[in-house]
């Protein structure tokens, strides 16, 4: 069992930045693939950007390629998501997950999920 706590979220401009934070305890965090998705209201929940175990291997979906960027710190059992260059069509609750997902952008193969962390993109 591993529990995630997210934070960072927030109300920014557009162009502008955040970094979420992603806390993990319980299990090894090291032997799970974690990943971020996001909701806005009334959509379904979408991939954003996931990355191994060791953190060497990272994938982004196109909307945000350029812009975010995943990262993770073993040692602090950390993923973080850095969010540049925002528009206001991030805004969406924004979640972590960590598993081992065949298929890194569905949402239905990772078994563990944080709370969620509101952003919001003002124009």
């Known amino acids: 069992q591993v529990q995630l706590v997210e934070s960072g979220g927030g109300l920014v401009q557009a162009g502008g930045s955040l970094r979420l934070s992603c806390a993990a305890s319980?299990?090894?965090?090291?032997?799970?693939?974690t990943g971020w998705f996001r909701q806005a209201p009334g959509k379904e929940r979408e991939f954003v950007a996931a990355?191994?175990?060791?953190?060497?291997?990272?994938s982004s979906a196109d909307s945000v390629k350029g812009r975010f960027t995943i990262s993770r710190d073993n040692a602090k059992n950390t993923v973080y998501l850095q969010m540049n260059s925002l528009k206001p069509e991030d805004t969406a609750v924004y979640y972590c997950?960590?598993?081992?997902?065949?298929?890194?952008?569905?949402?239905?193969?990772?078994?563990?999920w944080g709370q969620g962390t509101q952003v919001t993109v003002a124009s």
């Open positions: 997950a960590a598993g081992d997902p065949r298929t890194w952008n569905d949402y239905n193969q990772y078994d563990y």
């Open positions: 319980g299990r090894t965090f090291s032997s799970y693939k």
């Open positions: 990355i191994n175990r060791s953190g060497t291997i990272t």
